[in-house]
């Protein structure tokens, strides 16, 4: 299983380019991850608001709606800043099941001005489907996501 983040990339900077609305954005940048990934069944965003988590554009089955800081495993990568892989979300701590089919998943936190404002979630129904790699290239689509949010609150249109 080989992902072709090159093309992934360069597709989202094409979305980034032709439609600045951050929520259109999000809305296909995880249909494009959906439809790129092999073996996911999950992926969209959570924005942070107020003292939570809100569920965002994604695609999968219906998601959880609010997660705490420091719940489960986006509530962890939100609140400790970092890029969570967990292989195998059943031996997770605290881990939230929206999907019972979920057994592994990838949170890469997305940020404004240094604070997290939102996380890029990603299940798989496989366990150990998160490689370093997956998490090097997700970062580096993160950073695109950064750059689209934080343009865009310059002209005032985020929040």
């Known amino acids: 299983m080989r992902t072709d983040y090159d093309t992934i990339i360069m ?22 991850l959906m439809e790129s990934m092999e073996h996911v069944n999950w ?17 999968g ?19 400790e800043d970092r890029t969570i892989v967990v292989p195998d979300v059943h031996a997770f701590p605290g881990h ?17 001005e240094g604070d997290v404002v939102a996380v890029l979630d990603i299940d798989s129904p496989q366990i150990n489907r998160f490689s370093e790699n997956d998490k090097k290239w997700l970062e580096r689509f993160v950073c695109l996501m950064e750059d689209l949010v934080v343009w865009r609150k310059r002209i005032g249109t985020v929040r």
């Open 43 to 59: 992926a969209g965003f959570y924005l942070v608001m107020e003292d939570s988590l809100k569920v965002g554009p994604f695609q």
């Open 61 to 79: 089955k219906p998601a959880c709606v609010l997660i705490g800081k420091g719940k489960g495993v986006c509530g962890r990568a939100w609140a």
């Open 11 to 32: 597709q989202l900077k094409a979305l980034i380019e032709t439609e600045p609305n951050v929520i259109s954005v999000m809305a296909n940048a995880s249909a494009l």
């Open 96 to 112: 939230i099941a929206c999907d019972s089919a979920s057994r592994s998943e990838i949170v890469v936190p997305i940020h404004q």
